[in-house]
């Protein structure tokens, strides 16, 4: 697991792209693909990534504010499951006009906390059950 995360706060500034850069360039050239991931996490899999990820393009491609306020959403749910400090019009702006660094600095955030982006809800659950100790610890708990 990777070191822990100061609660309060987000692991990495919204600009701290190259901190990352495998999420970077993820997030640049398939922003649909990042936040499905991001998504699906939030949701505890309820939702696959794909879904989410289509639904994200189809709303930004067809009209940007729909995949602002889609964004918006999630940036808040992970901001207010975690406890880091900011408002919701921080978020929206955020997300309105820096959509590619927004969704990457989520996806940052989820990684710093434990989770294995790739492997989805359902992977981390698994990686969890079997004793692999890069499986996120998370509050509320991740029950199979």
């Known amino acids: 697991m990777t ?12 600009c701290d792209c190259f901190s990352d850069c495998s999420s970077c360039c993820l997030t640049f050239w398939c922003p649909c693909v990042s936040f499905g991931r991001v ?11 794909c879904l989410h990820g289509s639904l994200f393009y189809i709303l930004a491609i067809f009209t940007h504010v ?24 921080t978020d929206c702006l955020v997300s309105c006009f820096c959509p590619h660094l927004s969704i990457c600095q989520e996806y940052r955030e989820l990684k710093a906390r434990g989770f294995h982006m790739s492997s989805g809800w359902d992977g981390n659950v698994q990686m969890q059950t079997r004793g692999v100790t890069s499986a996120p610890a998370v509050e509320g708990g991740m029950s199979p």
């Open 3 to 14: 070191e822990k995360v100061a609660y309060g706060s987000w692991s990495t500034g919204l």
């Open 66 to 89: 729909g995949g602002c306020i889609y964004s918006w959403v999630y940036r808040a749910k992970l901001r207010e499951a975690y406890g880091i400090e900011g408002h919701h019009c």
């Open 39 to 49: 998504a699906e996490i939030l949701d505890k899999g309820s939702t696959s990534c």
